[in-house]
């Protein structure tokens, strides 16, 4: 097959196998986890539009150099995030709960504002749960909501991740700010999970490649702003993947470890219904990055707007069809309001993977 010389080239991992037991040859495992496909649809841009996209059994890749480049960085295993004592495995989905000190977030804002050692208990018990990563945010990023002052977030936050860090949890800070990323990380905190992929401060990168912690880098159309203005995609996905890798390799050349990046597409952040879906129906396209893959689509409006508009706290449902699609695609965090049922579910998806990796081929 003759591929366009001056086109960008993806790969899109397609027609995923239960196992690859008896499939030698036939099937990848992608990023070294419990997912495995048997195709990849090749997709090539040129000017800005898809000049080609063909599906391709693994075995008949191309043995081009971009492609297998890419390949390679599909099936690579991830690092695993090693947050104080405990060490995250990223061969496997893991849960991040949200625990959010706000008193405005679109789906638990109040609940545990102005009381840290109720809801550092929360984070613990989100631990029990089955939550691998508590994530802890004082500001919200709904759309329309107010810019926290960064005093009042640290004070909402610091005492929270505290206890959390002296029980031992692995604590992730949800949060734009420098000021706040250095106040969380001296409280404990291991991890910076931040929405504007680091460009909403400008010291912020900085704080982060001084640290030395594990980041998450998420998508949106005005990362500097609010977060949701914009996002007039031609190809939501394939702008979506081009911007994160683009910021995933500025990031790297200001000294983060990239084995420390993680990326999110950022669903529900200045994106329509329609990009929502088309994000996560391709989730797996961003595997070619190469950085673990976090997916943050609890309880958000998306869900709603399929369900009859159900309300925030009526989303169970729906959080948990998009978690277990995450998990099929290859994601390794799933960031999710729900933890106990979230967990519950990737536990029986992981046993059904686990009896089809020892099923005995006839014959």
């Not at 040129?46 to 693994?58: A, N, S």
């Not at 931040?194 to 400008?202: N, Q, T």
């Not at 982060?208 to 990362?223: E, N, Q, R, T, Y």
Request: proline fraction near 5%; glycine fraction near 12%; include cysteine.
């Amino acid at each position: 097959m003759e591929l366009p010389a001056n086109a960008r080239l993806y790969l899109r991992p397609v027609q995923f196998a239960d196992t690859p037991v008896g499939r030698d040859g036939e099937v990848m495992r992608i990023a070294g986890g419990l997912s495995w496909c048997s195709a990849f649809e090749l997709i090539a841009v040129e000017g800005g539009k898809r000049v080609l996209q063909r599906t391709l059994p693994v075995a008949d890749l191309p043995a081009d150099e971009r492609l297998q480049a890419i390949a390679a960085r599909i099936s690579a295993p991830r690092a695993p995030l090693r947050l104080g004592e405990r060490v995250v495995r990223l061969d496997q989905p893991q849960v991040m709960g949200i625990l959010n000190m706000t008193p405005d977030s679109f789906s638990d804002g109040g609940r545990h504002v102005g009381d840290p050692a109720a809801a550092a208990q929360a984070g613990v018990d989100m631990g029990v749960a089955g939550a691998a990563i508590v994530d802890v945010g004082g500001e919200s990023t709904r759309p329309g909501a107010e810019t926290v002052w960064e005093g009042d977030e640290i004070a909402r936050i610091v005492p929270v991740i505290e206890r959390l860090a002296r029980s031992g949890a692995a604590v992730s800070i949800d949060t734009r700010k420098a000021a706040v990323m250095e106040a969380g990380l001296a409280a404990g905190a291991h991890l910076v999970n931040d929405v504007s992929a680091l460009l909403y401060d400008d010291r912020a990168l900085e704080v982060v490649a001084k640290a030395g912690c594990p980041v998450v880098l998420m998508h949106s159309p005005d990362p500097g702003k609010t977060g949701h203005a914009g996002g007039d995609y031609g190809d939501v996905l394939i702008e979506v993947y081009d911007w994160l890798e683009r910021r995933v390799d500025e990031v790297v050349a200001k000294g983060v470890d990239r084995s420390r990046v993680l990326i999110d597409p950022g669903i529900g952040f200045g994106k329509s219904l329609a990009d929502n879906l088309a994000l996560l129906n391709g989730l797996a396209l961003f595997h070619g990055i190469g950085c673990g893959l976090v997916l943050g689509a609890s309880r958000k409006r998306m869900i709603g707007a399929l369900s009859n508009e159900a309300p925030a706290e009526a989303r169970l449902g729906g959080s948990l069809a998009v978690a277990l699609k995450g998990a099929e695609l290859g994601a390794q965090l799933i960031r999710v309001h729900d933890v106990f049922e979230t967990a519950q579910a990737l536990r029986v998806w992981r046993g059904m993977r686990d009896a089809a990796l020892v099923a005995r081929v006839p014959g």
